[in-house]
């Protein structure tokens, strides 16, 4: 019956990230070298910068439009999640106050500590209302969708990793008693400075196993077919292929990526002009003092 149960899932979560534009990895490794486009150009985001691409694009998005005029959609707690809740339900709390595992520096003290955290975004049909997490997911049927962001992403396998240190599971693993049975439709929106090549699966076996652990160790919660990364989001805007080119860099660039976008002109310079829109988003950190935009 699990595997039963597994198959429907996966099943689900890839008919589903098939619709929000996720190519197949068959078609990237056959066919990339192959193609001829009419124009090329260079995206450079920074991470703030791909987390309000991602937002966006997913608020354009058309199925999680019609979530948002039909039906449930589900906001967690994260960083990247902090800018849709901005995006689709107008949140405006201080910065560090929608998240909560925070990975920062050793050096540095926890930037949010002691603020009050929020609770996750509830929208019914488009609305925010005051229900709880648990209660919010029981009610939803096969079309909602909830959100919740991770720490790896294998974009090749279309997978994603969440941290979890909570005894219970955490958030994510009440989600996917819902989710996994086909009640509800958990999409990962997660930027590609979180990409690895590990099989997160993998890993996975080797966080959860039963070797004794350290404080602080945490285990890995895995799925696959359901991320969404800056790809997705570019390809809300334009008739385009995307690819990374580039990692990191100097100067806030540290971290970032770097896109290649393939099309026709027009089509690329519409992505561009999206790309533009973003230029400039501060560092997440940096907005708790007011600089956001």
């Not at 909560?100 to 002691?114: H, L, M, N, V, Y």
């Not at 009440?174 to 439709?185: A, V």
Request: aromatic share 6%; charged share 25%; glycine share 10%.
């Amino acid at each position: 019956m699990k595997t039963i149960n597994y198959i429907l899932v996966t099943a689900i979560a890839l008919s589903f990230s098939s619709c929000m534009q996720q190519p197949k990895e068959k078609e990237i490794t056959e066919t990339t070298s192959q193609k001829t486009y009419e124009y090329m150009a260079t995206a450079r985001l920074t991470v703030s910068e791909s987390k309000r691409l991602i937002a966006k694009g997913i608020s354009a998005n058309k199925e999680v439009k019609d979530r948002l005029e039909n039906g449930i959609v589900i906001i967690t707690l994260g960083t990247t999640n902090t800018y849709l809740a901005e995006e689709l339900a107008g949140l405006s709390t201080p910065r560090g106050s929608f998240v909560t595992g925070r990975i920062f520096p050793s050096s540095k003290e926890d930037f949010a500590k002691g603020m009050k955290r929020q609770s996750e975004i509830v929208l019914m049909k488009g609305k925010p209302v005051d229900i709880s997490y648990a209660d919010a997911l029981s009610r939803m049927n096969a079309k909602d969708i909830v959100f919740k962001g991770a720490n790896m992403v294998n974009y090749a396998k279309r997978q994603a990793a969440v941290c979890v240190g909570a005894p219970d599971g955490g958030t994510v693993a009440k989600l996917r008693k819902y989710t996994d049975r086909g009640k509800g439709r958990w999409i990962v929106p997660v930027g590609l400075e979180k990409e690895t090549t590990q099989d997160l699966f993998e890993m996975q076996k080797l966080t959860n196993g039963d070797t004794p652990r350290g404080k602080g160790t945490v285990r890995l919660n895995v799925t696959q077919g359901n991320i969404y990364t800056e790809i997705e989001a570019l390809k809300e805007f334009a008739d385009v292929d995307v690819h990374v080119t580039a990692k990191g860099g100097v100067d806030g660039a540290e971290g970032g990526v770097s896109l290649l976008i393939c099309g026709t002109k027009a089509e690329v310079e519409k992505a561009e002009n999206i790309v533009k829109q973003l230029q400039g988003e501060p560092a997440f950190v940096e907005s708790t003092s007011g600089s956001k935009k």
